[in-house]
């Protein structure tokens, strides 16, 4: 089993998924954000038919942290900032906070703020064959130059794959949640 904000899942013969691979219920990790569907039996328990592993983001660390989690710390990852304190936890992978260096890659998981900066759960170090990937709000959408920005990052999207969102016209895109890969 599984447990997401204090209900606890019942995982038997649910499908996980991560980067649209299976994988087995041993490779969660606390702190990782993940999206369930499935049934609520009560308010502490329920039955997962699907668990996705969904990262805020994934990519090169642009500027190094500042401060310590002890004292909360701040970095940017693919333009996203990153806010980390003594609550997130840093996967082994990481051999510790102080280790990370710029253009190391990152996977973050955690929450999106008021302000759209990234409140961290989870941390963990990726190999250099990754996908890059950000899910947040758009801003500042120009279809007539095809960009937008999550965070401090500036999409271009001309050329990709678009599913679910409205055609693209001025600045139509702009609060809409996506995740760009």
Known sequence: SIFVNG????TNGATIRRDDVSISESELRKG?????QGSIASSTSGTAT??????????PVEALPIGTPNTGAIMIVLGQ???VDNT???????PNFAAITAGMLLEVHGQRKADGSIAATFIEK??????????GTVLGHIAAA????VGALTVNYNGAIINGMPAPSGS???NQFVEVK
């Open 50 to 59: 699907n668990v996705t592993v969904e990262e805020a983001v994934r990519g």
């Open 81 to 83: 900032t990153v806010h």
């Open 172 to 174: 139509n895109w702009n």
């Open 32 to 36: 990782m954000t993940v999206e369930v």
């Open 126 to 135: 990726k190999a250099a064959a990754v996908v890059f990937v950000v899910r």
């Open 146 to 149: 095809q960009t937008f920005s």
């Open 88 to 94: 997130t936890i840093i996967d082994t992978s990481v």
């Open 7 to 10: 209900v606890e899942f019942s």
